[in-house]
């Protein structure tokens, strides 16, 4: 029996709740039918028994090291699995020569598994190069960073990245269901009968997060008391108590840090600086890295607040240059400021809209030939300076291209912005 049989089939029913109901097949998996479900790229090729070292990113709780073992299971690989941020050489020596040995001695693929993958340096990250190129280990790397961040190129270069969502609302209902009804692996042998709003306010209080979800179920099955038919009732009282009393700390790579920057972010785009600065505080006080803070402003700027204030993305990078110059504590202040700036400032999402439709547009139709006149330095261009108002119409787009891609709102400084190009550009406009 191989260790991911075991995982499965041993006597776990000390752990939690939320590792015992792991699920034992890709039907059993929730929330990411578009990866793994029938059809799709990763489950086609471990049907052929092929499996390419891939980079999962996605929140705590959302799967990736549940997904990992399914799909070492589905291609017959010893799993080996070490987290990245305890781990010393000679731990990861040890897996790479059990590796070696997997295939000189018993033909065997092995998956190595690498928990948070992100507390690998750029030096730790290329020893795994040549045994990824060799064939000697499939990397399956979890993270719940964004890789393209924290992750060198030249490893991304020799995986694939898959993207784990949290899981949708429908998708914990079932799980909680699931859990209630499972007599091997679940409650179901304790005869617990669960009310409606006791299912929403595990729902709202996990937020996307299958752990946490079966692990508040299951504490509110050990809290809630029998009746005098035997059944035990768990209802919105006995969740909401269990949640009261749950301490929550702030990991700054797990699910706090996911939650808290999710709900910074939609403050700003929301409007509401007393919520943005309720949550940048609070990330400030359990030592979040600034820098991330910062980082996540100017996205905003420029995703949710584009035109329509265009200073929000200089106020942003200000702020990120605060943070490097200045420091802790004091670059406190200039990232309130740029909360308080995003947060109250106009919001249009036309620029991310704009490139989006001109990415898809050329993917779609690829990219037709330039107008020969704007061709180094063609006679047949006309110089908009040498024209009244500086403007001249000439065409730009190629002459196959007749989309209208950037089209502003009436925020802000957009509206100005809006009226200027449909003055200048009167045909293009219809107007």
């Known amino acids: 029996m191989d260790r991911q049989e075991k995982l499965f089939k041993e006597d776990n ?4 709740l939320s590792y015992r109901m792991r699920p034992r097949s890709f039907d059993e998996f929730l929330g990411a ?6 059809g799709s790229f990763l489950r086609r090729t471990v049907q052929k028994d092929y499996l390419p070292s891939l980079i999962i990113f996605g929140p705590p709780g959302s799967g990736k090291t549940t997904l990992s073992i399914l799909l070492a299971k589905e291609i017959n690989a010893d799993f080996i699995e070490l987290n990245a941020a305890i781990i010393g050489v000679q731990d990861l020596k040890e897996a790479l020569q059990k590796a070696q040995r997997n295939i000189e001695l018993y033909k065997k693929k092995t998956v190595l598994f690498l928990d948070e993958i992100h507390h690998f340096n750029k030096l730790q990250q290329d020893v795994l190069l040549p045994f990824i190129e060799k064939g000697i280990i499939i990397l399956i790397g979890a993270t719940t960073e964004n890789p393209l961040f924290a992750l060198n190129t030249t490893l991304l270069s020799r995986c694939r990245i898959i993207e784990l ?13 699931r859990a209630i009804k499972d007599r091997e692996r ?3 042998g304790k005869n617990i009968v669960i ?3 006791a299912v929403d306010e595990i729902v709202r209080f996990a937020n996307g997060d299958a752990r946490i979800a079966l692990n508040t179920l299951e504490i509110a099955s050990f809290v809630a008391k029998a009746g005098e038919d035997g059944k035990i009732l768990i209802d ?6 269990v949640i009261g009393k749950r301490v929550i700390r702030y990991d700054q790579k797990g699910d706090e840090h996911y939650h808290t920057i999710s709900a910074f972010i939609k403050s700003i785009r929301g409007s509401d600086p007393d919520a943005a600065l309720y949550y940048l505080a609070k990330m400030l006080l359990a030592g979040e890295d600034p820098r991330f803070i910062a980082r996540r402003l100017i996205i905003h700027a420029a995703e949710d607040i584009g035109m329509a204030d265009p200073l929000a993305l200089l106020i ?10 200045v420091g802790m504590p004091e670059a406190r202040i200039p990232l309130a400021e740029a909360t308080i700036y995003l947060a109250t400032a106009p919001k249009s999402n036309s620029v991310i809209s704009s490139i989006e439709k001109v990415m898809n547009y050329i993917q779609e139709k690829g990219v037709s030939e330039i107008p020969k006149h704007l061709w180094g330095s063609s006679p047949d261009y006309l110089y908009p300076h040498d024209f009244p108002e500086h403007f001249v119409i000439q065409r730009y787009l190629p002459y196959d291209v007749n989309e209208i891609f950037y089209n502003p709102t009436e925020q802000g400084e957009e509206k100005i912005i809006k009226e200027r190009i449909k003055k200048l550009w009167k045909e293009r406009y219809g107007r």
């Open 195 to 197: 009310s409606q709003d």
């Open 316 to 325: 942003a990078q200000s702020a990120y240059y605060a943070v490097e110059v």
């Open 13 to 16: 029913s000390f752990q939690p």
């Open 236 to 241: 919105a009282s006995v969740v909401r108590e």
């Open 165 to 177: 969502k949290p899981l949708a609302d429908d998708k914990l209902r079932i799980l909680i269901d």
């Open 33 to 38: 039918e578009e990866i793994i479900g029938e």
């Open 186 to 188: 679940g409650l179901g």
